[in-house]
């Protein structure tokens, strides 16, 4: 895939997320969870059409800090050479990677275009969060 595994496991994870509403929008048992859900979900349909910007935007508001938690965790566990790797390489992060390049991480599925949440982000934040996606590009070197 010419992808880390860490960049891997942002895809799977983002796509659980698409998963993950379409279950709570058409299960037919819902709990309450999925019946508030489903109300937060009306709401965001009838501001954006089409599916993925629905779901983008959605992700973009409430999850960019929840996949940002699950990236750090599992960071360390996708391989101890190539987690040591973006500490160690010139561009990395010597003294330990930043809450930011998770949350950065994240946001790398949801900067389209139609995702409002990340067109309102300033200049310094996208560029902040492009500097970071660069670096974990960094990180393929190191994958098997």
């Not at 796509?15 to 009306?42: Q, V, W």
């Not at 349909?45 to 940002?68: E, Q, W």
């Amino acid at each position: 895939m010419g992808r880390s595994a860490l960049e891997v496991a942002r895809t799977i994870l983002h796509e659980m997320i698409h998963a993950e509403i379409y279950g709570a929008i058409k299960t037919n048992s819902p709990t309450t969870e999925d019946l508030s859900f489903r109300d937060t979900f009306e709401e965001y349909t009838k501001r954006y059409s089409g599916n993925n910007p629905i779901h983008h935007n959605l992700m973009a508001d409430k999850f960019v800090k929840y996949m940002a938690d699950v990236l750090q965790q599992i960071h360390p566990q996708l391989g101890g050479s190539a987690y040591a790797n973006f500490m160690n390489y010139p561009e990395g992060y010597p003294n330990g990677v930043p809450r930011e390049f998770y949350e950065a991480l994240a946001w790398a599925g949801l900067k389209d275009a139609s995702t409002i949440a990340y067109q309102s982000l300033s200049a310094a934040e996208k560029a902040e969060i492009t500097g970071h996606l660069i670096k974990a590009e960094s990180g393929r070197k190191s994958c098997n």
